[in-house]
């Protein structure tokens, strides 16, 4: 039977994924291929890693029935409640579990990238349980928007380097961990924080991550006694927490599955991040996928409002949903994840993320049958995101009815 679950044995997803690394990394990398499924699959590890997932990130998450939400479009709508773990995202899943892997490898440095800072702060919040030592990369850009994170990051012992080049934000922050890793390649682990990177990154963050669609399975059985959703719905930037969302419905065909992409200004309007619309195959950071780029392979600069989507690539395992069509893609303007994000905090009392909000979008792009079951992912709060919504919040409350 055909899975889109994990990738070959060389990390290929269809044509997608790969490890395209430079010569001094290849040992690094070669290392975690040989031994990643071993250790974390190793029972030992798995008592250890869903022991603090219960016990320290506060799972399960809920997966609460917006009966507001449901009743305003006329369906079944249920919150995966991500916003609701330890450090108010999903990214702690797959922190504490490579920073355990980076124990078990004996490495002592843990280094990361971060965009809207929740990858940055969840490793912070490892590397201080754990006692290692933790630099975190940011873009410049996104270290002004997202102040409250990076005083986090601080607060819990992490060095914060800003990155200065290009846009200054996440695709910039990624470049300056990669040639930090090169230059410490023997005691350091690299924590990506998405589904991207070369292999064996996209599976490894995948398989962290998959306890979000894992648990939605056995939490829809208690409400409705049925496993499945009829939708499932996640925004994507790299896609770590719609390949969690997604991972065990990609092979149950009659699950619908939805990725909601940073529209920008517009898809036409040469600000924006909606890689499926406007990327070709190209290799950033690692591996083989859908780059925005220009004919001669340069990296167009991506625009969000979110600075946790605004990536000019996909991850390898969301390409192939893609060309497949296993996954249908929205473009969602900053404007209209803006009017979501505040709806919902009006109508049920939950501020989401600016990222979150995104998904939150398709609701009103897309009509669903009145009993059908649709499952977002709210990947995480909206805290992060106060300045950004206290600037736009006269503009937008009067829009939403």
Known sequence: MKTYKNPDKNGYYGEFGGAFVPEMLYPNVEVLQGQYLDII????????????????????????????????????????????????????NNALGQVLLAKKLGKKRIIAET????????????????????????????????APNVGRMKMLGATVIPATSGSKTLKDAVNEALRDWINNAATTHYIIGSVVGPHPFPDLVARFQSVISEEIKWQLKEKIGRENPDY????????????????????????????????????????????????????????????????????????????????????????????????????????????????????????????????????????FGKEEVVVICLSGRGDKDMETYLSKLSIISSQIK
Do not use: W
């Open 232 to 367: 499932v719905i996640a925004c994507v930037g790299g896609g770590s927490n719609a390949a969690g969302t997604f991972y065990h419905f990609v092979d149950e065909p009659s699950v619908k599955i939805i990725a909601a992409e940073a529209g920008g200004f517009g898809l036409d309007s040469g600000k924006s991040a909606a890689t499926t619309f406007l990327g070709t195959l190209g290799v950033l950071h690692g591996s083989k996928s859908l780059v925005m780029q220009t004919e001669d392979g340069q990296v167009i600069e991506p625009h969000s409002i979110s600075a946790g989507l605004d990536y000019p690539g996909i991850g390898p395992f969301h390409a192939h949903l893609f060309t497949e069509k296993r996954t249908e893609f929205f473009s969602i303007t900053d404007d209209e994840a803006l009017k979501s994000a505040f709806e919902l905090t009006k109508i049920e009392g939950i501020i989401p993320a600016l990222e979150s909000a995104h998904a939150l979008a398709v609701l009103e792009k897309k009509k």
């Open 115 to 146: 965009g809207a800072g929740q990858h940055g702060v969840a490793t912070a919040t490892a590397c201080a349980l754990m006692n290692l030592e933790c630099i975190v990369y940011m873009g410049e850009v996104d270290i002004a928007r997202q």
């Open 41 to 92: 699959n190793s029972e030992e590890f798995q008592t250890e890693f869903r022991d603090l997932l219960k016990n320290y990130v506060g799972r399960a998450t809920p997966l609460y029935f917006s009966k507001n939400l449901s009743e305003k479009y006329q369906t079944q709508v249920y919150l995966k409640r991500e916003d609701l773990n330890h450090t108010g995202a999903h990214k702690i």
